[in-house]
């Protein structure tokens, strides 16, 4: 079977080790892409086993291969329980999540993801719903911005990047990438051009998606989702959704507050695998840049 190009998989061996795959299981890999995590659980499934593949991009799912043990989802992994329950596979064995944008859609110069290209001003994940990077840029207000550009992006100080946006919002600027970075070209800070957009596009794209909040729902469902002894890995790629799953994997909610009883025992619903975090290799960051940030946790389903 032939690796997919579409996208490279990072920690593509350490997160599928840590499912514990057993050949008669059900696993579902919520983030399909380019089928690189996929293609590695069905080569270790027998044949009565059963994998089960999210993604929002209809793109994704043409990569998926011809194989009965798979069943297609084209949807949101936020309705993981919903979906599981549809195709009678609830609880599942495992859980794979490889979050963030797959290396394809920065590299797609007509999706809007990176500013390295001239593109319609889109970021969404699935084109068939929901409104625009541009659309948002548009409609929202100041403080609906603000905090977008504060928390998502993490930026500081963003009073010239909001005065840009509202002088701009009269015109076209909002239309295309390069307009886009031409309107806000004065708020960049000098030789800081390329970490500055990277901010700023990244805020957008996980308000366009509503990243965070899709993976806290399916984050608080897996506790249900996942069989006892079954296995949760996911990676991460930035501190906002790393510290989510941090705190569920800790504590059973993405708050991080320890759910304690009448005689003060802690009540978890996973127990970690890896206590320390798993990165990846030199040389992995070497073959995909995107790896240079990844960190994958593992956890095992306690008895409830």
Do not use: W
Request: net charge negative.
């Amino acid at each position: 079977m032939v690796e997919p190009a579409y996208h490279i998989p990072v920690l593509l061996h350490d997160s599928v080790d840590g499912l514990n795959i057993v050949p008669d299981g059900i696993y579902a890999d919520l983030t399909f892409g380019g089928g690189g995590h996929s293609h590695e659980i069905l080569k270790r499934l027998g044949p009565d086993g059963r994998l089960l593949v999210f993604d929002q991009d209809l793109e994704a799912l043409q990569n998926a291969p011809d194989d009965e043990r798979l069943d297609l989802i084209h949807g949101n992994f936020s309705y993981l329980q919903n979906y599981l329950k549809y195709f009678e596979a609830y609880p599942v064995d495992g859980i794979l999540a490889d979050l963030g944008v797959s290396s394809h859609h920065f590299d797609d110069e007509k999706r809007g993801f990176s500013f390295r290209f001239d593109a319609p001003l889109d970021m969404r994940m699935n084109q068939t719903s929901g409104m625009t990077a541009a659309d948002l840029l548009q409609t929202y207000t100041v403080d609906q911005l603000a905090k977008i550009f504060k928390v998502y992006g993490e930026i500081e100080h963003v009073g010239k990047l909001l005065d840009a946006i509202v002088k701009a919002r009269s015109g076209n600027a909002f239309e295309r990438t390069s307009t886009f970075v031409k309107a806000i070209e004065t708020c960049i800070p000098k030789h800081q051009e390329h970490k500055y957009l990277a901010k700023v596009f990244q805020a957008l794209r996980i308000e366009v998606n509503h990243e965070l909040e899709a993976l806290e729902q399916m984050l608080k469902q897996t506790i249900k989702a996942i069989a006892p002894g079954g296995r949760l890995s996911i990676i991460t790629y930035h501190s906002l959704e790393d510290r989510l799953v941090k705190n569920f994997i800790k504590t059973g909610n993405v708050e991080g507050k320890l759910d304690k009883d009448f005689y003060g025992h802690v009540h978890r619903p996973f127990e970690e695998v890896n206590r320390k975090i798993i990165v990846p290799s030199e040389a992995e960051i070497e073959l995909n840049n995107r790896a240079r940030s990844a960190k994958l946790r593992i956890a095992e389903r306690k008895e409830a």
